[in-house]
């Protein structure tokens, strides 16, 4: 074997390893940023299964005519009984932006240890309809409430930030909130 085969089989064998180093890099970031996207959205669709429950239970056994205390598109106060004691239980969502310019949703209830708790998000906004589908903020007038969410965090890449999160909407038509 001569001088000039083996510096050729060396240059083939380091182009062959250079490859599958490659290929594994390549695989290992779409792995990562799949793992970094199912959190995300696991996260998310965690966060929509509690405004969920709340807001199915709008009203919920709640003899006083006001059910919703406030409402405006960034915020709600409503009573009803979330955890079926009997007992009125109050709960508040509200937008707020920290000192970093991120919108924050914090959720407040008059029930349980973990009563407050705020997440980061994108967007958090309602929108009341009355019963011919125009807007309205007045609970008297309420027949339905859509609440969006929309959350995202930026993820690192190879090739630089990518977003990764998800978008929730939901249309509620409260039973409880008939008069």
């Not at 979330?82 to 508040?92: E, I, M, P």
């Not at 949703?105 to 009355?130: C, M």
């Amino acid at each position: 074997m001569t001088n000039l085969d083996l510096l050729g089989s060396m240059i083939a064998g380091g182009i062959l390893l250079l490859s599958i180093i490659t290929f594994q890099l390549y695989y290992t970031d779409v792995s990562r940023n799949t793992v970094i996207s199912e959190v995300q959205q696991s996260n998310s669709t965690n966060l929509a299964k509690i405004v969920e429950y709340d807001f199915i239970k709008l009203g919920y056994r709640v003899p006083a005519a006001d059910k919703i205390l406030d409402l405006g598109p960034d915020r709600i106060s409503f009573l009803a009984d979330l955890n079926n004691d009997g007992a009125v239980d109050s709960v508040r969502y509200s937008c707020s932006v920290n000192g970093d310019q991120q919108k924050i949703l914090t959720r407040y209830s008059s029930i349980g240890q973990h009563n407050t708790f705020s997440v980061k998000v994108d967007s958090f906004a309602l929108r009341g309809l009355d019963i011919h589908g125009a807007a309205t903020f007045y609970p008297e007038n309420l027949s339905t409430l859509q609440v969006d969410l929309l959350v995202t965090e930026d993820v690192a890449t190879t090739q630089g930030k990518e977003k990764a999160g998800s978008y929730w909407m939901r249309r509620f038509f409260p039973m409880n909130m008939q008069l």
